[in-house]
């Protein structure tokens, strides 16, 4: 399973953009995830593939990550958090109370609070305010990066997803989370039926779900300085990913 996390060197530290899954859930992934979830998500004993052992990879240390923005809490997001416990956490407050309110059996599935209740730097923002960027609204830059890292509502997926959007030297790179899952999806004239029904089985809110991807579809048939990637799609995976030696 493919969980794409971004690695942001700023003035304030190194950001982290989502965390896949942590140390923990790959040395004890009964115990924080499940049995079902263990054996669907095929979860190996390979802790090379954590955020924490890729970034010791690039020479940097646990505590050089001050920052992480994550799109959603969902346990193949949220399960670096731990890993990382000087970090301030930025997110949306709708989707850490989604994440702490188990009583539906989708919220159970989807989240695991075990990955990051421990965890004691928390920023919540309410996604009720904030400006335009291009055809999104309630869009919040954080100040501490110069509005040079922006959270933008993407709802439908869960309760408080976001995408994050990263200005660059020319344009933008938007993060879009679990918005869509494969780049072939921002054509609006594919159908991919497969995908349309993963996505619905896992959506908080299928309506809000397709409107939010029919705006990241306009935005990429319009903006062509804004780079769109998602968080599961392994053609994108390995074309960003730095070369190893």
């Not at 399960?79 to 850490?96: K, L, M, Q, R, W």
């Not at 959007?165 to 993060?175: D, K, S």
């Not at 594919?190 to 779900?209: D, G, I, K, S, W």
Request: glycine share 6%; charged share 15%; with cysteine.
């Amino acid at each position: 399973m493919v969980c794409h996390c971004l690695l942001l060197e700023t003035d304030q530290g190194l950001v982290l953009v989502d965390t896949g899954l942590g140390v923990e859930d790959y040395l004890h992934p009964k115990q924080r995830l499940g049995t079902l979830l263990t054996h669907t998500a095929r979860i190996q004993h390979d802790l090379s593939q954590t955020a924490l052992k890729q970034i010791q990879q690039l020479g940097y240390q646990a505590s050089d990550v001050q920052h992480i923005l994550v799109s959603h809490l969902d346990f193949d997001h949220a399960g670096g958090i731990a890993d990382f416990p000087n970090a301030t956490v930025h997110i949306f407050a709708s989707e850490y109370k989604a994440a702490c309110n188990l009583k539906s059996l989708k919220n159970r599935m989807r989240y695991k609070p075990k990955q990051f209740q421990q965890h004691t730097h928390w920023d919540f923002l309410e996604p009720t305010r904030g400006e335009a960027w291009f055809n999104f609204n309630r869009v919040q830059g954080l100040t501490i990066f110069k509005d040079e890292i922006l959270l933008i509502p993407l709802p439908g997926h869960s309760a408080g997803h976001c995408g994050i959007a990263i200005r660059q030297a020319q344009g933008w790179l938007f993060f879009c989370g679990d918005a869509y899952y494969a780049q072939a999806q921002l054509d609006p004239k594919q159908c991919f039926p497969a995908l349309h029904t993963v996505e619905y089985l896992f959506a908080e809110n299928n309506l809000m779900r397709l409107k939010t991807l029919a705006n990241i579809q306009h935005l990429a048939q319009t903006a062509p300085q804004v780079e769109i990637i998602c968080a599961h799609d392994p053609i994108a995976l390995a074309q960003y990913q730095i070369p190893k030696a």
